[in-house]
């Protein structure tokens, strides 16, 4: 390395060294015992660079265990080696950390900044090099050089007999075929070593589960990529001794995992019994595996264990070619379907405790099949929780970082194990304060998960470790389910989004055919219920009525109006209840968006005016005429104010604020939908086919185009939005979408842009676009009937599935 620092070495040791042939200069022989971690290097300043140029590493470089690693090694800044030479972790006293260095022999020069003592020890000179906050010990030694931060493990090697000594049988195999470049060589007797050892705790790694891994750290676009190989035995009931020898198939598991798995451990296989053989030796007995367990496994090629956040999962994936060979409604004493998959009960629960350790011992009553995946749980819900995440596409096989990691593994592996970032998090709360709040500051965002992939052979494996750094790749926004409630009545209106302003996020409304009104959370956790005296006519409206930010509910059934607050109670003197029906949708108008609302209430050929305080509002006089049959609509050109709607008689009505005619309009178009305001102008389809536009100053009708007597209309103030079913026209843009039976399109207006949503009722599926017709990535998500989106912290879509109201965020 840099800023090489010397020291003398006595003459009379390099000339002893120098005249016995018969020393034994392999550098593992020096390697102190008890030895964790490894490293063969030639070139220091690139191992250096490897670490330096690491972003998880530098990111963690603060950990307590690194700064000890940190502190022990400083010593190694004092060499600028270009030969073979090793570096070696061991553990001194209870779990202080010790640095060995073992290379070649060096002759180096004092430095007049350190203070150098010798000290004799064995008929040897062991030179003391103090630094300003560290000291190392080093020696040249019977043709090698070592030095160490511990003067014990250099005390230790110098009275080691090297003639017939050997590190570690194991080791020495991997290492004479592998050394080359930096090679890192982990312990791996106990799996759960290093990740404790990282934390700060030294629990003993004298378990079974393989004998050392081989790394070799490469570069890219990850947080950190390993590849390398593990050494097991077959003769010694290790772990790894489960998945020897066993021919691989393709993992498929991605394709139905959830990005927001806890862990995952998937074996593949092609002939079942390779694992069964497997089993025995390592229990050193017969295996009894069960008829329906082993049919299972005769039938697919892959098993895999997934850990949720509140469950877990047993996921098969039937072999190429492949189809269903259970009966399960012969099997199942009960089922029922969720979004659109059948979830069977089953009668005899399928038991795993056979084939412990490859997947823990359970009992797993429920299962459903999605594609080429038969999933087993403990609970329903779990299954649904799946069948949701592969709708919604937020599976690994969707990410652009898995895709991208996905080059650098091998496709086909005996053993994947996955684990997230939250799973670390939490196995790091034991750890020290200050390392704590470190690790938790990790964002799931940039490190999502640690991907170990093993291919087993003879007695070993090849090994491939990931871990994405999402940051890297474009990331398009994700849509992912937040919460759902099952309704146990019919849901007759709704969903609707209401903004939280305690929260700064959302919540859902819908009323059931009790004409009961619900409050649930963005997580599907009701808050309140609320009986109505009837159905709810067109939108719930959220207005802040006190100019304060708390947002309130107003509403009107056929019999009253509601002005509700965000707990559910009334507000003032509402509701207000008529003796004659509302027949059209309340109307609410803020003029000036000055919060001083007006709702307009439509009781066949009357209007009514009432204030926030559920008075009649004096101001407002509007001589009734023929039905009116379109909702009031408020529409602005300049200065000038409109109410606008149609009538019975097909006349336009466009009145003032007072209810005043404002402008006469003499055609009388047969209006086939509600109007709707765009460039200045009131515009509806008519019977006819045609496009009405109502100049609303002057009260001039213009007709264009010729549609389909279905075909629907929505528009704003910026956007006009034509539909034939999978035929969008944006602002005169067509746009095809996949062929279907779609429900009606609407447009709505966030902070983030104008977005129209949609629902397609064969494959149940719900699209949204952005203004200019594309489809935003990660859509369609599923849903039944009805789409409403909104946005205050995240961007809400909430959607029904029959009686299931459906919350995501886009």
């Known amino acids: 390395m840099r800023n090489l620092i010397a020291f003398i070495i006595i003459a009379s040791t390099l000339l002893s060294c120098a005249g016995d042939s018969k020393i034994n200069r392999d550098l593992i022989n020096r390697i102190p015992t008890d030895s964790k971690i490894i490293v063969h290097t030639d070139n220091f300043e690139d191992l250096d660079q490897f670490f330096s140029g690491n972003e998880l590493y530098s990111t963690l470089s603060g950990l307590s265990r690194f700064q000890e690693i940190h502190k022990a090694s400083s010593f190694l800044k004092d060499y600028d080696l270009l030969d073979d030479s090793l570096i070696a972790l061991s553990m001194e006293g209870k779990n202080e950390v010790v640095i060995t260095l073992i290379t070649s022999l060096i002759e180096k020069k004092a430095d007049s900044t350190d203070f150098t003592t ?3 020890y064995n008929n040897v000179d062991i030179i003391k090099t103090q630094k300003k906050d560290f000291s190392y010990y080093s020696i040249n030694h019977k043709g090698v050089h070592l030095a160490s931060s511990s003067r014990l493990v250099l005390e230790s090697l110098v009275r080691r007999d090297v003639t017939n000594y050997l590190f570690d049988d194991g080791f020495e195999q991997i290492y004479n075929r592998t050394k080359s470049g930096n090679t890192f060589y982990v312990k791996a007797t106990e799996k759960k070593w290093l990740e404790q050892f990282l934390l700060g705790s030294n ?6 589960h393989a004998q050392w891994y081989q790394l070799e750290g490469q570069t890219g676009d990850f947080a950190l990529q390993l590849d390398g190989v593990i050494t097991y035995k077959d003769s010694l009931k290790m772990d790894h001794d489960l998945y020897n020898n066993i021919e691989v198939t393709e993992n498929h598991i991605q394709e139905i995992v959830p990005v927001s798995l806890r862990t995952l451990k998937s074996v593949t296989y092609k002939n079942p019994s390779q694992l069964i053989d497997n089993l025995r030796r390592y229990h050193s007995n017969d295996v009894k595996v069960g008829s329906q367990l082993m049919s299972i496994l005769d039938h697919t090629q892959e098993m895999s264990e997934v850990v949720l956040e509140k469950s877990s999962a047993l996921v098969f994936t039937l072999a190429p ?37 490859l997947v823990q011992a359970k009992e797993y009553k429920f299962v459903t099949v999605i594609d080429q995946h038969l999933l087993f749980s403990q609970s329903a819900t779990t299954l649904e929780e799946l069948i949701s995440n592969y709708q919604n596409k937020t599976v690994l096989a969707e990410q652009s970082w898995w895709k991208k990691a996905s080059e650098s593994l091998s496709s086909s592996c005996s053993l994947l194990k996955i684990t997230s970032l939250k799973e670390f998090k939490d196995e790091a709360q034991n750890a020290a304060k200050e390392d704590v709040k470190l690790i938790n500051k990790l964002s799931e965002n940039d490190f999502p998960l640690i991907i170990s992939q093993y291919v087993h052979e003879d007695e070993y494996a090849h090994f491939h470790m990931i871990i994405p750094l999402a940051s890297n790749f474009s ?69 802040d ?25 009334d507000v003032n003197a509402y509701p207000v209840k008529f003796k004659d029906p509302i027949t059209q949708p309340l109307s609410v108008f803020d003029y000036d968006s000055r919060r001083d609302y007006r709702f307009l209430v439509t009781q066949g050929k009357e209007l009514i005016m009432l204030d926030r305080d559920g008075k009649t509002v004096d101001g407002f006089t509007y001589k009734k005429a023929d039905e009116i049959t379109t909702q009031p609509k408020h529409f602005r050109v300049g200065t000038k104010d409109f109410i606008a709607f149609a009538k019975a008689d097909h006349s336009i009505a466009l009145l003032s604020r007072t209810g005043g005619i404002r402008t006469k309009v003499k055609d009388k178009p047969k209006l086939n939908t509600e109007l709707f305001f765009h460039k200045n102008k009131a515009i509806a389809f008519t019977k006819e086919g045609k496009l009405m536009q109502l100049d609303l100053v002057n009260g001039n009708i213009k007709y264009t185009g010729s549609y389909r007597n279905d075909a629907s209309l929505d528009a704003n103030s910026k956007i006009k939005l034509i539909q034939n079913n999978n035929e969008l026209i944006i602002n005169g843009n067509a746009i095809s979408l996949p062929y279907g039976t779609y429900l009606p399109a609407k447009i709505t207006s966030l902070s983030s842009g104008d977005f129209v949503h949609l629902i397609e009722t064969v494959e ?16 369609p998500v599923y849903g039944k009937s009805k789409s409403a989106v909104a946005q205050s912290h995240n961007r809400y879509l909430t959607t029904l599935d029959g009686d299931d109201v459906i919350i995501y965020k886009w």
């Open 118 to 120: 010798v000290i004799k």
């Open 203 to 208: 629990i003993s790694d004298a378990g079974n």
């Open 321 to 357: 070619y492949e189809t269903i060979f259970m009966n399960l409604d012969s099997l199942s004493t009960f089922q029922f379907t969720y979004r659109d998959n059948r979830v069977y009960e089953l009668a005899h629960p399928l038991k795993t405790h056979a084939i412990q350790p």
């Open 475 to 543: 990331m398009n926004q994700q849509v992912s389910q937040l919460g759902s409630y099952k309704s146990p009545k019919k849901i007759i209106a709704g969903p609707f989004l209401f903004p939280n302003h305690l929260s700064k996020r959302h919540d859902v409304a819908f009323q059931d055919e009790d004409f009961t009104l619900h409050l649930l959370s963005e997580s599907g956790k009701k808050w309140w219920s609320k009986k109505l005296d009837g159905l709810i006519l067109g939108e719930i409206e959220a207005i």
């Open 545 to 569: 009525a006190y100019k304060n930010g708390r947002k309130q509910l107003v509403f009107a059934t056929g019999n009253s109006v509601y002005f509700v607050d965000r707990n559910g109670k």
């Open 764 to 779: 149940h599926k719900v699209y949204v676009l952005d203004k200019n017709g594309e489809v935003l990535s990660s859509l």
